[in-house]
């Protein structure tokens, strides 16, 4: 028998090496369900289809290659959009598979008709709407291509029912998207004599620059010139305090170069802390959305990772030149508050976010995974625990997926421990997941800072209105972790910081997915 539609794009998802996909089912996606049995592509079932892209943007982000979620039409879809929007931010590779109203009945009132395409759009590198099956596979071809290429980021297909239910039409695949070049000899000798012309240069790299496999060679540039460099995928920005002190050094660079990072509100747009004199070269796959920035010298479109390695091997800049900037940041880099050291091995209860930290330290070895959520707990887990941490909640701001991601990163490094450190409010979003993560076997340990508030609201009132006008942020100190356990996993309430190390090690020990539910002071996010 002929091959449907669905039976072609699971082919072609084989074909590229897609082992999951995360997903919800709905009628108009039962067709592409039905095509993966037998195959070896398996579906991984959420409560949530935010949850399943979640799922994805932490697999294309850990593995560095598209991962790839399935919902179904309507309200299935727009569930997704919010979580599309922030793998848009941490520019995620992503292909999102999103089931349609029949192409046959558009216009005539369908079942959970509505412009899909549309809705997705603003927050997808591209969104199309499959039309026909000569076209389909041709499609997700180029859907994998582009999610990973340039800046990656997600794209969207929405395919409608009876097209995925007819069958395969096997015509030339579309050629894959345009490269983005890397940087030309001009443009290279233009940077690097500015770089050169320098007193305090510095490299600011984006999210997805900031993952390994670019990191490196931002690291190459630095290296070969003397540069110091941060990663720039926070949404505090100029204020991540995983910057530590070197976030008061950023006013005193005279030339910054951006490496796939917008001079976008995370750099207060060119503005303080920046020098009213600072100078700003950008390198990126993208067109700039301010090209008459006035401060913006140099706006180069290349692919940022084939420029900064290309710029590293050309560079002939003495680096000692600028030993006593880079020491400076270094030094203020690896610098923390003397309280902090207290608050690390204080006996107070509830404990300061830093208490938990300290705790968790000792099972952070041999490869493990931490995703952290944002949030004042989270900016205190994201600082805490610098050089472990895998994955933030990103430059969207938004906050509730680090259990899916947590979730997905155990897919991708099963044999490696995976914790999830996320607030109290943000346990409420995705909760149910301890189900998906039950049905799966992946025993992650999601550590839960409970100070009973939405935290990070409550200290923006205090710091706009004053404490007798905070208002709507106030939670019940609840047992999430015995949420946990009533959905089959493993739960730990700590109230006592003696208490921490021996609470993680049995939730491990465990072997279930597990909620380590912690008494915590509601502390303010640390800044410098």
């Not at 995620?92 to 412009?115: N, R, T, Y």
């Not at 510095?202 to 190459?220: D, F, H, I, N, Y």
């Not at 920005?237 to 976008?264: F, H, I, Q, T, W």
């Not at 690896?334 to 976010?353: F, K, L, V």
Request: proline share 7%; hydrophobic share 40%; with cysteine.
């Amino acid at each position: 028998m002929s091959p449907n539609t669905a039976e072609n794009l699971v082919d072609r998802l084989v074909e590229h090496g897609v082992r999951y996909l995360f997903t919800l089912s709905g009628n108009q996606i039962l067709s592409l369900y039905d095509a993966t049995i037998g195959r070896d592509l398996e579906l991984i079932h959420t409560r949530h289809e935010a949850a399943a892209v979640h799922m994805a943007d932490a697999w294309g982000r850990l593995r560095e290659t598209p991962g790839v979620a399935v919902v179904t039409a309507g309200p299935g879809h727009c569930n997704a959009i919010g979580a599309l929007y922030v793998a848009r931010q941490s520019e995620s590779p992503l292909v999102l598979i999103s089931g349609h109203a029949p192409l046959s009945q558009l216009g005539k009132g369908a079942f959970q008709e509505m412009d899909q395409v549309a809705i997705a759009e603003p927050v997808t590198k591209a969104s199309w709407r499959v039309d026909s099956p000569e076209w389909a596979g041709a499609a997700l071809e180029q859907a994998l291509a582009l999610a990973g290429s340039g800046r990656p980021g997600p794209v969207h297909l929405s395919v409608p029912s009876d097209i995925l239910s007819s069958k395969a039409v096997f015509p030339e695949n579309a050629p894959p998207p345009d490269p983005c070049e890397s940087i030309n000899n001009d443009d290279a000798e233009h940077v690097l004599r500015l770089l050169a012309g320098a007193r305090r240069p510095l490299l600011l790299a984006g999210a997805a620059m900031s993952r390994p496999l670019r990191w490196r060679t931002v690291m190459e540039l630095s290296d070969a010139c003397g540069a110091p460099a941060f990663k720039m995928e926070s949404p505090r920005g100029v204020n991540d305090p995983r910057l530590y002190g070197a976030s008061r050094l950023l006013g005193r660079a005279d030339l910054v170069l951006l490496l796939g990072k917008e001079l976008d509100f995370a750099l207060r747009f060119g503005g303080p802390p920046f020098a009213a004199d600072t100078r700003f070269v950008s390198i990126d796959s993208h067109e700039s959305r301010d090209p008459a920035h006035p401060r913006m010298v140099l706006n180069l479109r290349a692919d940022p990772a084939a420029a900064a390695s290309e710029l590293a091997r050309s560079s002939q800049i003495d680096g000692a030149s600028f030993d006593s900037w880079r020491r400076a940041v270094e030094s203020a880099r690896s610098g923390t508050p003397d309280a902090w050291e207290r608050w690390r091995s204080s006996s107070q209860s509830p404990m300061h976010p830093l208490r938990v930290c300290e705790g968790l330290r000792p099972f952070l070895t041999d490869g493990a995974v931490v995703v952290s959520d944002g949030g004042e707990f989270g900016q205190w887990a994201q600082a805490g625990l610098d050089s472990h941490v895998n994955l933030i909640n990103g430059p969207s701001g938004a906050i509730g997926s680090a259990i899916p991601m947590a979730l997905a990163c155990k897919l991708a490094r099963p044999g490696k421990p995976v914790f999830a450190l996320l607030g109290d409010g943000t346990f409420g979003y995705h909760a149910l997941e301890f189900d998906t993560a039950l049905r799966y076997g992946l025993p992650i340990v999601a550590v839960v800072g409970n100070d009973a508030r939405w935290n990070a609201e409550y200290q923006l009132q205090l710091d706009h209105y004053g404490p007798k006008r905070t208002v709507a942020c106030e939670l019940l100190p609840t047992r999430y972790d015995q949420v946990a356990e009533a959905l089959g996993g493993h739960g730990e309430w700590v109230s006592e910081p003696e208490q921490i190390e021996s609470a993680l090690r049995r939730a491990l020990e465990s072997g279930l997915p597990a909620c380590v539910n912690v008494a915590i002071e509601g502390a303010k996010a640390p800044t410098f």
